[in-house]
């Protein structure tokens, strides 16, 4: 075909979603992935958040490749050698829609999700970067990809590209973010038998947990561990901030070694073979920062328009999809006026600010920048409460009362308390 409705740049959830959405009230949509398939190259912590996705295929949970539901949360704090954690466990999160957080691994879901959209008629080209938009008198028209006969023409474009946002900087819409703007993450499958996982984290059938590190699990940096239950696997990684990396020289690959070898951590993982290792960005761009998000003829959605919560929800996937699917909506809307001009795909940006997208983004969007003027909530605290806390429990010949004492001044004497007490109300409000 030479010419379609829609061609969509990335077939990531944002992309699918919006194809999804569009064939379905019968367009005509290519997707152009650079992947050997879709998911191939696509990386993530990663729960997968899925009121969005219910909505749209109902129940997807009994056919699509999910691992495990997260029944469990567990935040922890750790110091060079010793944790201090937080765990909550809902029985009712067993239930249908299993609050919908699953964990997944993206090269099976991503496959499967594509898989829906191209049952449902539409083409997708894999292996085919798009170096560029096409346009017509200023108006986006097509898109210029790298393979024979690769201009594609299309009254509209959805640019699903993710974090990596070439084509969307190069189109005027978003400037190159900041390094204290993009999150560099590195994860490791480690695959480990069903049952010793299920023995290991508590866990029954396909319950699942996420944990969370913070403090030395990134040496004090700002930024997080996690470690999340698949059936047969966990999915491991760090994430830090560009520029707190760079401040430290710190790499993405020897932070991760050094947060696989904590102590904790390591009887976590104990037994586990290393399957497979992979990096990319997190935008978290802030909600000042975000890009603009239609043009003539154009559309952007998901992490291209820097639609990630980073708070300690880090919902991107549900936020992906929302956006394609409220694209998709403002197209059909356009279709039938016979007009993609900017000014008619309009109700894109009106439908995202009625909604949590939007809403999500302007209450947390600020996260990073408010945590980043409290390092002590990363490395001076934790190291003071714990060694507070080993006090505690440390028994001595000494009076309780006076080993609490004790505990409690060395606290004091690392940690002005006025400040302590602050910062925690400022972090609790930043974060939850
Ligand atoms: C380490 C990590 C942990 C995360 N953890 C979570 C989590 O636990 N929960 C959560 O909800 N979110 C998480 N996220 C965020 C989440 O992965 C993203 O928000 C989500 O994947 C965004 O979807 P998307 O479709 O916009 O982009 P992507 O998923 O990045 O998809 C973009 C697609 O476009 C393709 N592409 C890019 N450029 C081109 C081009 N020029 N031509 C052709 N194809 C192209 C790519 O190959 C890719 O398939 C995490 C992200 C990372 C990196």
Redesign the pocket.
């Known amino acids: 075909m030479d010419k379609f409705d829609c061609i969509i ?7 699918v979603a919006a194809a999804i959405t569009l064939i379905r009230k019968g367009l005509t949509v290519a997707i ?4 050997e398939y ?1 998911g191939s ?9 899925s009121t969005v996705l219910n909505k749209l295929t109902p129940e997807f949970w009994k056919d699509a490749p999910v691992e495990r539901h997260i029944t469990k949360r567990r935040y922890s704090i750790l110091s060079k050698n010793s944790e201090m954690a937080v765990e909550f466990d809902f029985e009712d999160f067993n239930q249908p829609p299993f609050n919908n957080s699953f964990t997944i691994l993206r090269a099976k879901f991503d496959r499967w999700f594509a898989q829906r959209a191209e049952d449902s008629g539409a083409v997708i080209f894999t292996e ?3 170096d560029d938009f096409i346009y017509d008198s200023g108006k986006v028209a097509g898109v210029r990809a790298r393979r024979e006969g690769g201009d594609v023409y299309a009254d509209v474009v959805i640019c ?4 990596n946002s ?2 969307t900087e190069k189109a005027g819409l978003k400037k190159k973010p900041l390094f204290h703007q993009m999150i560099t ?1 590195v ?1 490791e499958v480690v695959s480990l038998p069903r049952e010793v996982i299920e023995d290991r984290f508590i866990l029954s059938n396909d319950e699942g947990v996420a944990l969370e590190f913070f403090g030395e699990a990134v040496k004090g940096m700002i930024g997080s561990g996690f470690i999340y239950t698949n059936k047969d696997s966990l999915s491991v ?1 760090v ?1 830090c901030p560009i520029d707190v990396m760079k401040e430290n020289s710190m790499k993405p690959n020897d932070l991760l070694e050094s947060f696989k070898s904590h102590p904790v951590v390591k009887k976590l993982l104990r037994g586990g073979k290393t399957e497979e290792l992979s990096a ?3 935008p978290e761009l802030g909600y000042k920062s975000l890009p603009k998000l239609i043009a003539d003829g154009l559309l952007i ?4 328009a820097g639609f ?1 919560n980073p708070s300690l929800y ?7 999809m929302y956006s394609g699917i409220m694209a998709a909506e403002t197209i059909l809307e356009a279709k039938e006026k016979g007009d993609f001009s900017e000014k008619s795909l309009q109700g894109y940006v009106k439908r995202l600010k009625n909604s949590f997208v939007m809403k999500d983004l302007e209450r947390y969007g600020d996260v990073p920048e408010k945590l980043s003027e409290m390092p002590q909530l990363f490395k001076e605290y934790p190291d003071a409460i714990l060694k507070m806390v080993q006090g505690y429990f440390t028994i001595s010949d000494l009076s309780k009362d006076e080993m609490h004492r004790q505990a409690w001044n060395g606290f004091k004497d690392e940690v002005s308390l006025w400040k302590f007490l602050w910062d925690m109300y400022k972090a609790r409000k930043a974060i939850l």
């Open positions: 740049v990335g077939a990531g959830p944002a992309g152009f992935e650079r992947g879709p190259k696509n990386v993530f912590g990663g729960v997968l958040y085919t970067v798009v699903a590209e993710g974090a070439l084509l993450a994860k990684g994430g990319k960005m997190i959605v998901g992490d291209a990630v880090r919902e991107g996937t549900n936020m992906a």
